[in-house]
């Protein structure tokens, strides 16, 4: 199974990313720890170890590259761990899936 450095949180937060090669796309962030975030990008083409600037909601933007891919669904590793109470912000009051 999957060895975690930090706790994951499930969340529905808009995002985007924009990678040095491209332009800005939207996306959903689905689950968020202080460092890293996995995305739903419909149509992505992002490589690992692709550099990106992601926005979650109006934070942003962070530093982080590429993990892994698969198919449409994105794991980013933050450059710099999410302080904690901007990471129980995001968790508490970003996320619009219900609770």
């Known amino acids: 199974m999957e060895n975690r450095r930090e706790d994951r949180h499930l969340v529905q937060v808009a995002g985007a990313y924009r990678a040095r090669e491209g332009g800005s796309r939207d996306v959903w962030i689905k689950d968020i720890s202080e ?6 990008d419909k149509f992505s083409i992002l490589k690992v170890g692709t550099e990106v600037l992601v926005k979650l909601g109006n934070i942003g933007p962070i ?3 590429v993990r892994w891919r698969e198919d449409n669904i994105v794991g980013a590793e933050f450059v710099t761990k999410l302080h904690p109470s901007v990471m129980s912000h995001i968790v508490e009051f970003m ?5």
């Open 63 to 65: 530093p982080a590259h």
């Open 95 to 99: 996320s619009q899936s219900e609770k």
């Open 35 to 40: 460092t890293g975030c996995r995305f739903f």
